[in-house]
């Protein structure tokens, strides 16, 4: 038989199984699975997955060592410890830990099936955690449907204003209202939304720091900036103040800071 190389999906999901089987502690299993799932393949993916599953043996030995409990004469499993894959806007809780390998695929890839994977593995009381961090890790693609869409699903204060900040961006300054009036206090994103409001109270141009600052915050500063310095001399010192509340990364096109 020809050999060809694993697709993703497969490469991914064989890894998920392994990463697991190491987390739990259950190597035996973990090298059985290496050898049946390259048995089943082809012979000649034995002798990689058998070495895979050593390499994650020793390597989870070693970054566990210090974690481990010894209790009558036994080692017991590393508690797996979550690094946020990318730097998010607002914290989420860390997945549990049978997700966790999926959501960092998830995260990596940026696709639909495996954010499904990951919804499959994550209990029913974190799937708002989970769409909430699909919306943030979307700010680093400037996905603005996605943001919105998940942000909306999340059924969180802070999903309601990324949503928010979608539409003003979308120039649905009256959708973006509504939400944001909904969100005033909120003791997280209430002083955010606060200032957005105090700016649309303000006519053209503060609906238009307000649709800026929202393009800012959505992660989108170079167009943020190449808008920011047409509206600012028309502002008053109050409207550059929460402007600069607002999105802190505005100071340096409009000020020069």
Do not use: K
């Not at 909430?132 to 919105?148: K, W």
């Amino acid at each position: 038989m020809t050999d060809q190389p694993l697709s993703a999906p497969v490469r991914d999901t064989l890894l998920d199984h392994v990463e697991s089987d190491a987390r739990s502690g259950d190597f035996e299993a973990l090298w059985q699975r290496a050898h049946t799932v390259g048995a089943a393949s082809r012979p000649s993916l034995v002798p990689p997955l058998a070495l895979a599953a050593a390499a994650v043996l020793v390597v989870g030995l070693a970054a566990g060592q210090a974690a481990r409990i010894h209790a009558g004469g036994a080692l017991g499993a590393p508690t797996p410890a979550w690094e946020e894959p990318v730097p998010l806007r607002f914290p989420v809780a860390a997945p549990a830990a049978d997700a966790m390998p999926h959501v960092r695929i998830a995260v990596r890839d940026a696709s639909d099936a495996a954010w499904a994977r990951a919804a499959a593995a994550t209990p029913a009381d974190q799937q708002g955690a989970l769409e909430l961090r699909r919306a943030l890790t979307s700010l680093h693609h400037r996905d603005l449907d996605t943001i919105r869409e998940h942000g909306v699903r999340s059924n969180t204060a802070v999903g309601s204003l990324l949503a928010s900040e979608v539409h003003l961006v979308d120039l649905e300054t009256a959708r973006a209202a509504t939400i944001l009036g909904t969100l005033r206090e909120d003791s997280e994103v209430g002083p955010i939304a606060t200032r957005y409001l105090a700016l649309l109270d303000q006519g053209a141009t503060g609906e238009g720091l307000a649709e800026v600052s929202a393009l800012a915050l959505l992660g989108d500063v170079p167009n943020a900036c190449r808008h920011a310095p047409e509206l600012w001399p028309e502002t008053t010192p109050e409207q550059r103040a929460i402007t600069l509340q607002l999105a802190p990364a505005l100071a340096a096109c409009v000020t020069g800071g």
